[in-house]
Nanobody
Framework: QVHLVESGGGLVQPGGSLNLSCAAS????????VSWYRQVPGKQREFVAV???????NYADSVKGRFTISRDNAKNTVYLRMNSLKPEDTAVYYC?????????????WGQGTQVTVSS
């Protein structure tokens, strides 16, 4: 079992930056692939970025070159550095931890943190 808590959201002006954190407890976080997703009301949750157990990284096209995902396994935390923020980045941001354990896919989600980009 993994408990995830996101933090770092808030209100920022266009062009600004935010650092989101996803802190985990309850299991060996280093054995999980961790992703960031975001969701706006009335729309499906969409993929933002992922970092694998081995450090492989991928981003949605809409955030490439502006967002950076990283992990610190010693702190059981994954980060999402967001630069050059745009109004369309406004959403609730969620982290997800996933691993395959004895043939069973385990997935855990955090409660989300609100990011609002507005002048």
């Amino acid at each position: 079992q993994v408990h995830l808590v996101e933090s770092g959201g808030g209100l920022v002006q266009p062009g600004g930056s935010l650092n989101l954190s996803c802190a985990a407890s309850g299991s060996i976080f280093s054995s999980y692939t961790v992703s960031w997703y975001r969701q706006v009301p009335g729309k499906q949750r969409e993929f933002v970025a992922v970092i694998t157990i081995g450090g492989g990284i991928n981003y949605a096209d809409s955030v490439k070159g502006r967002f950076t995902i990283s992990r610190d396994n010693a702190k059981n935390t994954v980060y999402l550095r967001m630069n050059s923020l745009k109004p369309e980045d406004t959403a609730v941001y969620y982290c997800k931890a996933r691993r395959l354990h004895i043939g069973v896919l385990l997935e855990y989600w955090g409660q989300g943190t609100q990011v609002t980009v507005s002048s």
